[in-house]
């Protein structure tokens, strides 16, 4: 057999060079691209209690994949702080099926409609406790 020495060496050499690229890039070349706060708004989900616990929002899932630009909420829909929606009396289905709130989107065109699919909003209590870390808490019912 007469293997090319050369063209192996060459072959062997676009690894190295890969490879190298790669450490340089920190390996993300192939990763999924890194959350950034600054561009995606807050990482943390924020996690509505009142009226009814509980009511997961993140923006990741509307940002960076959805797409959506912040002002498509702030601040016509949203104030940029958690816990003032929670405060006004009309944070209430209702006025979601009427458009507002997370049913500014949420109408069946834009997004899922908020007659639907309730339990991917609504986490309930046992979602809000794991999210806390806990479900094993002394007031927790229905624990195993
Ligand atoms: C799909 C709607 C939506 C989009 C788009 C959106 N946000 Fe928000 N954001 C919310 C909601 C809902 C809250 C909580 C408001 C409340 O509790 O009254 C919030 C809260 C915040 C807060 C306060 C968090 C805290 O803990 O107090 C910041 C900061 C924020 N958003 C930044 C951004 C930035 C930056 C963008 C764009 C990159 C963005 N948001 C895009 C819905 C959105
Ligand atoms: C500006 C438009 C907009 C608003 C306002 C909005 N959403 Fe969304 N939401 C979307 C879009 C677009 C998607 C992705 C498409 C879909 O799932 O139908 C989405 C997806 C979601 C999902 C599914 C994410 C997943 O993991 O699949 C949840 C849960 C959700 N939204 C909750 C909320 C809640 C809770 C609110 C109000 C606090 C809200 N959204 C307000 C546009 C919006
Ligand atoms: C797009 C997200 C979303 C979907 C889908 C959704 N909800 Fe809600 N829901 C909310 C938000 C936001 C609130 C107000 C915050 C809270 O109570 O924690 C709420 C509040 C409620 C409340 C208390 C206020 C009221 O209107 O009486 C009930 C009950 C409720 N939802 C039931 C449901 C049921 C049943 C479904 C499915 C048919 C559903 N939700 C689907 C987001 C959603």
């Known amino acids: 057999m007469n293997i090319d020495r050369k063209a192996v060496t060459n072959f062997l050499s676009v690894f190295a060079f890969a490879g190298l690229l790669f450490v340089l890039t920190g390996g993300q070349a192939v990763g999924e691209e890194e959350y950034d706060e600054e561009t995606y708004g807050p ?33 016509e829909v949203f104030q940029m702080e958690s816990g003032v929606a929670e405060q006004n009396d009309d944070f209430t289905m209702q006025s979601l099926y009427d458009g507002k709130y997370c049913g500014a989107c949420h109408d069946g065109q834009t ?34």
């Open 43 to 75: 990482q943390a989900p924020i996690i509505f209690t009142a009226p009814v616990k509980a009511v997961i929002f993140t923006h990741k899932t509307h940002t960076m994949d959805a797409g959506l630009e912040c002002d498509s909420c702030h601040d």
């Open 111 to 144: 997004a899922f409609a908020s007659n639907t699919r309730c339990t991917v909003c609504h986490i309930g209590v046992k979602g809000f406790d794991r999210m806390q870390g806990g479900g094993a808490k002394a007031d927790s019912h229905g624990g195993h």
